[in-house]
């Protein structure tokens, strides 16, 4: 290897080690889910790119013997292990999460660029044969299955955009696997359960809220269908299984929400033991903010909250939905 191809492989080895500590603390911003799948699809075809060119910086750069390719290819890995690990603990330290998937995906990158590394060796080994062994067709293969694999949350999510926007008018049903995707909690613990057994003539799947003993802990409905327009109330029951009425707090924004308190709905419900079935009518919604009417056409997301607590709370909610007319419903 030349002098000027050592130090550009050296030159583009340090700005993508400086580009990926750069993302891990970088505060992205992440308003949309889908762009946030994209994000986190994105960790497998740039440590590809990384661990090609560690690889190659070991194999041309640091003139490793062809007896000792192997031990290129194992000391390659340990270092794309080591970064992707950096990585996620660096973003822990800047308010962001150390996600164990987003590792999973960087080892996907990984592997994939082992992978085609070794078959573009066995195929450069073989090019005086007719055609290139059944290893390298095995191992494009691999590569494959790990970018599928890594690349596959765009996808999925995707997919559950549709499965959202046949649902509406429903905005939760909680009955499906695909509608954790746009639920998200703070300081609560959330999971679709069968209903408890108090809760009569319940069937299907409800969310469970354990709300911890902390300050407004919440569940939030993450982007909804944005358009309630043609809609004259949200409607939703609620399950509290203790003895003892708690306040519910619902929050609904919009898109053009400024982050005032004064620029939103707040709605406070006392439930009492048992079942409530809340109606809000989105008149209300609409009128709440002081400074402009709310946009039912561009909604961005439904809060369910707690004020202050001093132990924790159990809370089931289903069915959230829009409903046209006169109020509908009343409780199972």
Same mark, same amino acid.
């Given at each position: #290897?030349?002098?000027?191809?050592?130090?550009?492989?050296?030159?583009?080895?340090?700005?993508?080690?400086?580009? #990926?500590l750069a993302q891990a603390l970088a505060p992205i911003p992440r308003e949309r889910i889908y762009i946030e799948a994209l994000l986190d699809a994105g960790h497998v075809p740039l440590f590809t790119v990384f661990t090609?060119?560690?690889?190659? *910086?070991?194999?041309?750069?640091? &003139?490793?013997?062809?007896?000792?390719?192997?031990?290129?290819? %194992?000391?390659? *890995?340990?270092?794309?292990?080591?970064m992707g690990a950096i990585t996620e603990l660096l973003q822990s330290r800047v308010g962001r999460d150390a996600d164990?998937?987003?590792?999973?995906?960087? *080892?996907?990158?990984?592997?994939?660029?082992?992978?085609?590394?070794?078959?573009?060796?066995?195929?450069?080994? =073989?090019?005086?044969?007719?055609?290139?062994?059944?290893?390298?067709?095995?191992?494009?293969?691999?590569?494959?299955?790990?970018?599928?694999?890594?690349?596959?949350?765009?996808?999925?999510?995707?997919?559950?955009?549709?499965? &959202?926007?046949?649902?509406?008018?429903?905005?939760?049903?909680?009955?499906?696997?695909? +509608?954790?995707?746009?639920?998200?909690?703070?300081?609560?613990?959330?999971?679709?359960?069968? !209903?408890?057994?108090?809760?009569?003539?319940?069937?299907? &799947?409800?969310?469970?809220?354990?709300?911890?003993?902390?300050?407004?802990?919440?569940? %939030?409905?993450?982007?909804?269908?944005?358009?309630? =327009?043609?809609?004259?109330?949200?409607?939703?029951?609620?399950?509290? !299984?203790?003895?003892?009425?708690?306040?519910?707090?619902?929050?609904?924004?919009?898109?053009?929400?400024?982050?005032?308190?004064?620029? &939103?709905?707040?709605?406070?419900?006392? %439930?009492? !033991?048992?079942?409530?079935?809340?109606?809000?009518?989105?008149? +209300?919604?609409?009128?709440?903010?002081?400074?402009?009417? #709310?946009?039912?056409?561009?909604?961005?997301?439904?809060?369910?909250?707690?004020?202050?607590?001093?132990?924790?709370?159990?809370?089931?909610?289903?069915? %959230?939905?829009?409903?046209?007319? +006169?109020?509908?419903?009343?409780?199972?």
């Amino acid at each position: #290897m030349t002098q000027l191809r050592r130090w550009t492989w050296i030159a583009l080895a340090g700005s993508l080690l400086l580009a #990926m500590l750069a993302q891990a603390l970088a505060p992205i911003p992440r308003e949309r889910i889908y762009i946030e799948a994209l994000l986190d699809a994105g960790h497998v075809p740039l440590f590809t790119v990384f661990t090609l060119l560690v690889l190659s *910086l070991l194999l041309e750069v640091g &003139r490793v013997a062809r007896r000792q390719r192997s031990t290129a290819y %194992i000391l390659t *890995l340990l270092v794309a292990i080591a970064m992707g690990a950096i990585t996620e603990l660096l973003q822990s330290r800047v308010g962001r999460d150390a996600d164990f998937w987003d590792f999973v995906r960087d *080892l996907c990158g990984a592997g994939a660029a082992i992978a085609l590394a070794i078959a573009w060796r066995q195929l450069w080994r =073989s090019a005086h044969r007719q055609r290139a062994p059944i290893q390298v067709g095995l191992l494009v293969l691999v590569a494959f299955v790990f970018w599928g694999f890594g690349l596959s949350a765009p996808l999925s999510t995707l997919m559950n955009y549709r499965a &959202r926007d046949a649902q509406f008018p429903v905005l939760a049903s909680f009955d499906g696997d695909w +509608e954790r995707t746009f639920v998200r909690s703070r300081d609560s613990e959330v999971r679709a359960v069968a !209903p408890p057994p108090a809760w009569k003539g319940r069937k299907g &799947r409800v969310l469970r809220v354990r709300y911890e003993a902390k300050e407004y802990p919440a569940v %939030i409905l993450q982007e909804p269908v944005s358009d309630w =327009s043609a809609y004259d109330f949200l409607e939703f029951d609620v399950y509290n !299984p203790d003895s003892t009425a708690v306040d519910l707090i619902v929050r609904i924004d919009d898109n053009s929400h400024n982050g005032y308190y004064s620029d &939103r709905y707040h709605g406070t419900f006392s %439930i009492g !033991p048992g079942v409530e079935h809340l109606v809000i009518p989105l008149e +209300e919604v609409k009128q709440a903010p002081r400074s402009r009417a #709310m946009n039912l056409r561009a909604m961005h997301s439904l809060t369910l909250f707690l004020g202050e607590m001093d132990r924790p709370w159990t809370l089931y909610f289903d069915h %959230i939905e829009l409903t046209r007319g +006169e109020e509908t419903g009343a409780p199972d």
